[in-house]
């Protein structure tokens, strides 16, 4: 308990004066820009592997097991049509709004770890997102797979859908839990040992599945997100998902900086100078 509390200390006090808001707000901006690349190219690739019914089937499954109330299911499913109706040029130009994220992700981790941008920031953090592109038609897979035993129990209601949680969250977990944990070594600084990086990336992920399932709760209120943009549905979808965009980032860099202060105090020996 003491080194828990010490670490805690020690993250307050390195984010103290320090525009956390700032740099997660600056990761979304580099994540609107990558998200839908990235979803193309893994789905493509889960279909190259699996087979397109796998693709197909299991977005389409999922669709039907969203909540009504904002109708996100066609936009899951047109997704995934494009994906795999996209030629392969159109698929070679995704990777560079794809790699974007990683510059994103790369800045907002070296603000934390304390190092100084320079002028291959960009490009270190682009090359060592492309793990992350590669191994996602295998991570994606995973939850599309398990839609089947998944998307009846979300339309079942009751205890049937508690199960369903219980399942699609542990599926969710293992899947984004390897993706943080390639950020952690390949595309953020290398503050982190290996160790700290995997069991963290573990940790984060598990707090990170979390919020997505509640992203579910919110897309479960009949709520009007057009209301405030004048009835401009488009844009009152965009403004709803890069809020919790943002949510999920200040997730991330919050912990990752509680690793970087964990390893800090066992290197002091457990003291918080």
Known sequence: MGLIRATIRHALSALRGRDLALWAAGITFFAALAVVPVLLLALRGAAELFGADLVLGGARLLAGALPDAQRPGPALELLATSALDASWWVLASALLPASLYGEGLRRGLAQ????????????????????????????????????????????????????????????????LSVAICLVFLATGPSALTRAHAVAGGFAVGAVLTGFLHGFLLFLAIPVDWAFPFAGLRVVGAVAALGLWAYLLHVVLLLGYRVLLSFRAVRDRGGVVS
């Open 112 to 175: 934390l770890a304390g190092e100084p941008a320079g002028a291959k920031t960009g490009w270190l953090g682009r090359l060592g997102f492309l793990p992350v592109i590669v191994v996602s038609p295998l991570l994606l897979a995973a939850p599309l797979a398990a839609a089947p035993l998944v998307a009846p129990q979300y339309r079942a209601g009751g205890w049937s859908a508690v199960w369903g949680v219980v399942v699609s969250f542990h599926v969710d977990w293992v899947a």
